[in-house]
């Protein structure tokens, strides 16, 4: 398996009222840049664990596991929320849905 993707995680903070924009904004800390393998899944696997078909699910496995918690990953230009974390003995996997914003 090759771990040539880079994936960001970000631990998200509460949505704040920004003046200079007038928005309801989110503050976003990055928690530092990974290797990574991305897959997405087959069409069985996403209905029996995810439930439906109609969702963008992304799979991230790892070399390692992760020592962050993350609310959210960027892979590239695309945003994603992290919808379930495994850790593994030997590896971590992290199950991420594609979004607009988070």
Excluded at 11 to 25: I, R, V
Excluded at 58 to 81: C, E, H, N, S, T
Aim: charged fraction near 20%; aromatic fraction near 10%.
């Amino acid at each position: 398996m090759r771990y040539t993707s880079r994936i960001t995680l970000y631990e998200l903070g509460d949505l704040q009222y920004n003046p200079q924009t007038s928005k309801q904004e989110r503050q976003e800390t990055p928690l530092g840049s990974f290797p990574c393998n991305t897959s997405t899944p087959g069409i069985e696997t996403q209905q029996a664990v995810f439930g439906s078909v109609e969702r963008q699910v992304l799979i991230a496995r790892f070399q390692r596991p992760l020592q962050v918690i993350a609310d959210g990953a960027m892979i590239g230009q695309q945003k994603y929320k992290i919808v379930r974390h495994q850790d593994y003995r030997h590896d971590g996997v992290l199950y991420l849905e594609a979004v607009s914003a988070w």
